[in-house]
């Protein structure tokens, strides 16, 4: 009985190797604007995995992903360098010898990135804030970090699509290829190059958050926390060196245009603001000098510390409770921003109204300290810093 199975082999041909550039630009580059689109879009199915059980098995294939997608971009690279070269003096194509491997790889390459779409799909299914974590039945995953992994799939499929239309000026090169040089040739393996390690930076960075995501909370509780204080306490030093540059005494009329300096009488209201200011901008130093720097170094010394406590979370705790406590490091990373804000206010109110009111700050600061010892698994080294630590703040 005669097989209905063609047996017809497959030409690849320089039209079969364009359908890869159709089917790039129809399943992604039609559909995906912004990483919105990639939940939107339903032909995106979701990831399913085998086993639920394994802690964190949607990120654990999202590395096996990564390292599957640098190993087929660089041999796509290599391939592509291996499309045209110099021989006897001109620059040859060689399709019969690269082709059916350039268009299996790419093929893979894009369906390397599909998968990465359907992953990214399943973990944001599981994304813990604010109390919509208590619904979850397993350990799902902090929206810090799938805020990271959106930005680095986004920032994928935007090196991939500068590589398929790198991938058309390869196909296209060999339109009146005689009158090619060399230095022609050389333009186009260097754009290659330089999008390969782009892809690969990238990859490297997803991988990097699978066993370095706590470093993401640390990051930011130095950038939104210790470096804000630092800068805060700057700013107070240089009102005490120079309270004049902070503080206007005319507010009306601050660069005295409307002074009249034929004016005995104005001359000495102006000096009576003078010295009022100037009781002003004492009792603020006063303020500061006594009170408020000692709860900002106070403060700054919290945050750092917690940095530690953040690193020393293990995986045995993530499996027992991880939803609470990734829910708790999304509270401290908001109330640290929150903190910050207060001690702004509060700096601007000393220098400005010589008000000293930590009514709003120290809510926060509780707060945050009952979210810290959530994720320090009643470690002692936390109470006995915490103690201390509330004998110097209250003071």
């Not at 040859?92 to 992953?119: D, G, M, T, W």
Request: one cysteine or more; glycine letters at 2%.
């Amino acid at each position: 009985m005669a097989s209905n199975v063609s047996t017809t082999p497959v030409t690849y041909d320089f039209n079969k190797l364009n359908e890869l550039c159709i089917k790039f630009e129809e399943t992604f580059s039609k559909k995906i604007t912004s990483i919105d689109d990639i939940y939107i879009e339903t032909s995106f199915n979701e990831f399913k995995g085998s086993d639920q059980k394994i802690f964190q098995f949607e990120l654990l294939e999202l590395v096996k992903l990564q390292k599957l997608t640098k190993a087929r971009v660089t041999k796509f690279g290599l391939l592509l360098s291996e499309f045209y070269k110099k021989q006897d003096n001109e620059i040859k194509c060689f399709l019969e010898k690269v082709a059916k491997a350039l268009y299996e790889e790419y093929f893979e390459l894009q369906n390397n990135f599909y998968y990465n779409i359907s992953v990214l799909k399943c973990i944001k299914k599981l994304e813990i804030k604010d109390d919509e974590s208590k619904t979850l039945e397993r350990v799902g995953y902090p929206s810090l970090i799938i805020k990271n992994i959106e930005e680095s799939v986004f920032a994928l499929y935007t090196v991939l699509k500068d590589i398929d239309n790198l991938y058309k000026k390869y196909l296209s090169f060999n339109d009146n290829i005689k009158d090619k040089k060399e230095a022609d040739l050389t333009l186009l393996n260097d754009e290659k190059l330089v999008l390969i390690g782009k892809v690969w930076a990238i990859n490297d960075h997803l991988v990097s958050l699978s066993n370095n995501w706590k470093q993401l909370y640390t990051s930011l509780l130095t950038n939104f926390g210790t470096k804000l204080i630092e800068d805060i306490m700057e700013e107070i030093n240089e009102f005490k060196e120079n309270p004049e540059d902070f503080i206007n005494q005319n507010d009306d009329d601050p660069f005295g245009i409307n002074i009249d300096y034929d004016s005995e009488e104005e001359e000495k209201e102006d000096e009576t603001l003078t010295n009022e200011k100037a009781e002003e901008i004492e009792k603020s130093k006063e303020i500061f000098d006594n009170n408020f720097i000692n709860k900002l170094k106070l403060i700054k010394l919290l945050l750092a510390t917690s940095k530690k406590f953040i690193k020393d979370i293990t995986d045995s705790q993530l499996e027992k409770d991880g939803n609470t406590m990734y829910l708790n490091l999304n509270k401290i990373i908001n109330t640290t921003k929150e903190i910050v804000k207060q001690l702004d206010s509060i700096t601007i109110e000393i220098m400005e109204n010589q008000v000293y009111d930590l009514s709003e700050l120290n809510p926060l600061v509780n707060s945050f300290k009952n979210e810290l010892k959530s994720i320090s698994n009643n470690n002692k080294n936390f109470e006995k810093f915490i103690v201390t630590w509330n004998i110097k703040y209250n003071e």
